[in-house]
């Protein structure tokens, strides 16, 4: 079995650079993850058996790839802290940004069947932020219902609803953009 860090190890190099220099910027960080999540996941590499990619969450894997690079220690502490879960950035909505909605609006649904109905600013928020919103999931459970113990709806929608005014509007203007422009030319319908 490879490991994932030996297999990417040129994706990882290619934005070392980047990442390190993100110092503070958690918006850019997180679209330099992004970025490198999905050049891994999309690649025929990923999908070949002997390659072992990290089970959970891909960002806290990559993160703790980049952990050794970082030269500033009060950067590689706050790093240190979002992986094992003990800062707020690592589920709350306030790690949400207007310019992290503007660096992800293009990540529209490939699948046509997607475009069925029009998209709401809050299914925007929930495709964009599918990871964010799972770890705050896993962080808040409701555990006021047993029968609600499976059901992530009503934790999703207090999730959206502690989000600045500012992203939620620029949420509802990615919602316009994406019903304006349909699915892309080369979906297929599924």
């Known amino acids: ?36 999540k999905d050049t891994i996941v999309e690649s025929d590499q990923a999908k070949h058996p002997s390659t072992m990619l990290p089970d959970n969450n891909f960002w806290k894997a990559i993160r703790t790839y980049y952990l050794q690079f970082l030269e500033n220690d009060e950067d590689r502490d706050l790093e240190q802290k979002i992986i094992e879960g003990g800062h707020k950035l690592t589920s709350g909505p306030g ?23 029009e998209f709401s600013a809050f299914l925007v928020a929930q495709k964009l932020f599918k990871e964010e919103i799972g770890d705050y999931d896993k962080k ?48 297929k319908e599924r």
């Open 1 to 36: 079995m490879a490991d994932w860090t030996q297999v990417f190890k040129g994706v990882l190099d290619g934005h070392k650079v980047a990442y390190v220099s993100a110092k503070g910027n958690s918006a850019k960080r997180a679209t330099i993850l992004k970025s490198i």
């Open 95 to 117: 790690i949400v940004t207007v310019d992290m909605v503007r660096d992800r609006k293009d990540d529209k649904p490939l699948d046509a069947g997607a475009y069925k109905t």
């Open 140 to 187: 808040h459970p409701d555990t006021s219902d047993l029968k609600s113990m499976g059901t992530r709806t009503k934790l999703v929608r207090s999730w959206y609803n502690a989000l600045s005014p500012e992203v939620l509007e620029e949420l509802r203007l990615v919602a316009e953009k994406w019903n304006q422009e349909g699915a892309p030319s080369d979906a």
